[in-house]
């Protein structure tokens, strides 16, 4: 199965979807934001992803972390104009609603999807409300089991959205490499028939190109503009040098990992007579001997009978003199 997002098709016979998220990453800043655009643009991701929420309709006000996203917080006019500046790049432009307000103010400015974060897995009266809105869901499972995964869905696809993709995520931060068990990937992937891919919390691109030779659909990374600004994701963010560095080899991965088909590749075909083998004259051979162990060897180059002719040969008659070391031909052969 496969979803579309704006014009990027995902699934397992497309290219990996590359979303840079910027998170919270641009400090509350709107320049800083649309730098961020222009950055995840230049290394090449498919998608830049934000966070769209109004502090106090998701958190208490009592919350120990009310004061940071209230300080970085955008408002829905700013993600109007970060939306329409990413349009003119042809980014693809979504954003993580963590409220009803939020999500109704992504869906007024025309996003091409949602995703859905770890923290409202079992936000069903979100993930309902954003499922009615019928557009493409990406949602992230850090902390679920395959039992909440497997009720989110069935959910949307209660309310008639089938267009749900997942992400295996680790909802650490950062997440340590050893923990990140890529495998649940292929059992999401068994179980619901729908794109999967990783929502890295991590440090590591071992990670990330591990995921994408596993199978992954949709990686989604942290990136920062610089890891020593201020805020809790910048430190465990990777930086556009790094970000297109990891893109190209997801891109290269990809090649590496092909089709699945077992056939000749362009490159190997030209090597064939020099690599294989055919089936020469041993000696000189007379009009009229048969073709026996004592006269036939298999050497090369290739560009005569197969070896796996041998005994449909053997005891045959020669047809002609034939030198030593010269290719037996079929017509050699009565």
């Known amino acids: 199965m496969s979803i579309k997002i704006s014009n990027k098709n995902i699934g397992n016979s497309f290219p990996t979807f590359f979303i840079a998220e910027a998170g919270l990453n641009h400090n509350g800043d709107i320049d800083l934001a649309k730098r961020m655009i222009d950055e995840s643009q230049i290394v090449g991701a498919d998608a830049i992803k934000f966070q769209t929420y109004k502090s106090e309709n998701f958190l208490s006000e009592n919350s120990e972390y009310f004061d940071f996203f209230k300080n970085v917080e955008l408002s829905f006019e700013e993600f109007k104009e970060i939306k329409e500046y990413a349009d003119n790049l042809n980014t693809i432009f979504i954003s993580t609603p963590f409220d009803f307000e939020s999500a109704d103010y992504l869906k007024?400015?025309?996003?091409?999807?949602?995703k859905i974060a770890s923290s409202d897995m079992t936000n069903l009266p979100l993930i309902a409300y954003i499922a009615k809105m019928n557009l493409p869901i990406i949602l992230s499972t850090g902390l679920a089991t395959i039992d909440e995964i497997d009720e989110s869905i069935k959910?949307?696809?209660?309310?008639?959205?089938?267009?749900?993709?997942?992400?295996?995520?680790?909802?650490?931060y950062p997440a340590p490499p050893e923990e990140t068990n890529l495998r649940a990937m292929e059992s999401i992937k068994e179980k619901f028939h729908v794109p999967v891919g990783y929502s890295d919390n991590g440090e590591s691109t071992l990670v990330d190109e591990v995921a994408v030779s596993l199978g992954a659909n949709i990686i989604e990374k942290h990136f920062t503009l610089d890891k020593n600004l201020e805020g809790p994701d910048h430190s465990f963010s990777i930086e556009p040098p790094d970000l297109k560095l990891l893109i190209n080899r997801i891109r290269l991965i990809e090649k590496i990992r092909g089709d699945g088909i077992k056939s000749p590749t362009k490159s190997e075909i030209k090597n064939k007579l020099v690599i294989r083998k055919s089936i020469f004259a041993s000696q000189q051979i007379n009009n009229g001997d048969l073709f026996s162990l004592e006269n036939l060897a298999i050497k090369r180059p290739g560009d005569g009978i197969e070896p796996k002719h041998?005994?449909?040969i053997l005891n045959k008659k020669s047809t002609r003199d034939i030198q030593k070391d010269e290719l037996i031909r079929w017509n050699d052969i009565s």
């Open 108 to 114: 007024k400015i025309n996003v091409p999807g949602f």
């Open 155 to 172: 959910l949307c696809n209660s309310l008639g959205n089938d267009q749900i993709s997942i992400l295996h995520c680790v909802a650490d």
């Open 310 to 312: 041998w005994n449909n």
